[in-house]
């Protein structure tokens, strides 16, 4: 936490005409998480007085970010200068305050904090940077000793203005005392209406107020989304940036392009990532693991040792050294304990199968309880659906499921208990018993030639 700061506003009231979409600007989702949360996930390490300003669709975006922030609402989107006036009267009435936008999602709190300290030598700081495209960003302009002397917005931008690329990044580090006398001095902009906050820089300096430049080492952290192609841009920068450090923690990526990670996702050392694996959500997996390749895990929590190819999983826990795949899909709901074989060609869905099972070959299991040690032969199928309700099936431990059998539930196959491939069972199986419902076979000598062409 950085003492000297006393709090931070974050600008997220726009719709993002520029998006095209009707989901509010800030709510799109890079890697994994709301863009406005990689934003308030930077601030937060800086101070805990933050005030969001929310307008466009505002009752979602609050919903949606919770409450441990202050609200301050922009009901017409007047501009940036505008937005910040909504966020004074939330504000500690004395220090430094951050102000940043919620669609800069890979500045880093490492640099705002640097920001945040070069601020203390002047009245004011500002974030810049030095991009190679520097079109849709306000240009700094620069004075004598390389003073900042103003920004000015790409639409107001002459040629030789526009050639400049050292831009403004939205951020900002002001006293509040000056902040609240310069803000309302702040006039629209003639043709848009809009009150544009990168006027108080000019304003301080016709004031004498000194504003400190700040330039980033890594331009791309200035980057801002405006659009899909540039949210696109943002989301794999940041997904390069945490498969970097997932390979630095110990984790093999062996195709960084192909392999996309939600931010959050735990993955333990020693675990080696197949190409065109999508890893979302909730999702943890441990160490020694081999994913991929194809694989897409949505809340799945994976222990130690686990081998999963070709897979779809979803709100599902897979335990200790469980190998599934290829071709498999695991529905909300699944738990497998340790040692567990799922597939080729298998479905599982809202189902616990205890250690050492094995449902190997084109098999559903649909709402079961499956005992430790039990084995599904290859087309073994659990009938839980009657049309109207769904039925739960319990085979105890150590049951073998011959091949191409039914399960009709509500069925118990009880502990060691041997089912005849090819049954179709609706009555509940005893302990130890076998149980064998099929038709008996009949066997004609030399018939097949009526069958065969010769
Ligand atoms: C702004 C800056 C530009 C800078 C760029 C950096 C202004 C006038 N321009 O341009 O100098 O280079 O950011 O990315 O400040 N917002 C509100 N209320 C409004 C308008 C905007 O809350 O009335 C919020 C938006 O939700 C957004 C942020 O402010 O999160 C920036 O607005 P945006 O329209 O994206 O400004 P830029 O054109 O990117
Ligand atoms: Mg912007």
């Known amino acids: 936490m950085v003492l000297e700061l006393s709090g931070a506003v974050i600008l997220a009231a726009g719709k993002g005409k520029r998006m095209k979409t009707e989901t509010p600007k800030v709510l799109n989702r890079i890697c994994g998480k709301y863009m406005v949360d990689h934003v308030l996930e930077a601030v937060s390490r800086l101070t805990s007085h933050i005030v969001l300003v929310i307008g ?38 004395s220090g430094m305050v951050l102000i940043t936008c919620g669609d800069t999602p890979l500045l880093s709190a490492a640099s705002l904090e640097t920001l945040i300290k070069e601020s203390r030598k002047g009245d004011a700081g500002l974030l810049t940077a030095e991009v190679p495209n520097p079109g849709g960003y306000g240009r700094v302009i620069r004075g004598e000793n390389k003073q900042i002397t103003a920004i000015v917005e790409e639409a107001q931008a002459d040629n030789e203005v526009k050639k400049i690329r050292e831009i403004n990044t939205g951020t900002y580090c002001i006293n509040v005392e000056l902040l609240k006398k310069l803000l309302p001095q702040i006039t629209p902009d003639q043709e848009t209406g809009e009150y544009y906050l990168t006027d108080i820089v000019h304003l301080m300096v016709e004031q004498g107020y000194y504003i400190v430049p700040c330039r980033l080492d890594d331009y791309r952290e200035s980057l801002g989304v405006n659009n899909l192609k540039q949210l696109a841009e943002v989301e794999n920068i940041m997904r390069k940036n945490m498969l970097s450090q997932l390979m630095l923690s110990g984790v093999k990526v062996l195709d960084p392009d192909s392999t996309y990670i939600d931010a959050g996702v735990s993955v333990g050392s020693g675990t080696v990532i197949y190409p065109n694996t999508v890893i979302e959500g909730a999702s943890s997996l441990g160490e020694n693991c081999n994913i991929g390749p194809s694989v897409h895990l949505k809340e799945v929590k994976a222990g130690p040792g686990v081998e999963i190819r070709f897979t779809v999983a979803e709100e599902t826990e897979i335990g200790e050294k469980s190998v599934i795949g290829p071709f498999v899909y695991l529905r909300p709901g699944t738990r497998l304990g340790t040692g567990v074989k799922i597939g080729d060609f298998v479905e599982v869905k809202n189902s616990n199968l205890e250690n050492y099972t094995k449902v190997p070959h084109l098999s559903y299991v649909g709402d079961a309880d499956i005992g430790e040690g039990v084995n599904f032969g290859a087309g073994s199928i659990v009938v839980n659906y009657d049309g109207r309700k769904k039925h739960r099936t319990t085979v105890q431990e150590g049951a073998f499921i011959g091949c191409n059998s039914n399960l009709i539930a509500p069925l118990v196959i009880g502990r060691g208990a041997y089912v005849a491939a090819g049954s179709t069972l609706n009555q509940d199986v005893p302990e130890n018993a076998l149980a064998i419902a099929r038709s008996p076979q009949e066997t004609k000598p030399g018939l097949a030639k009526r069958f065969i062409k010769k």
């Open 56 to 93: 466009y669709k505002s009752d979602t975006v609050k919903n949606e970010l919770g409450d441990n922030f202050k609200y301050a609402y922009q009901l017409e989107q007047k501009g940036t200068g505008h937005a910040v006036l909504q966020a004074l009267p939330h504000l500690p009435s």
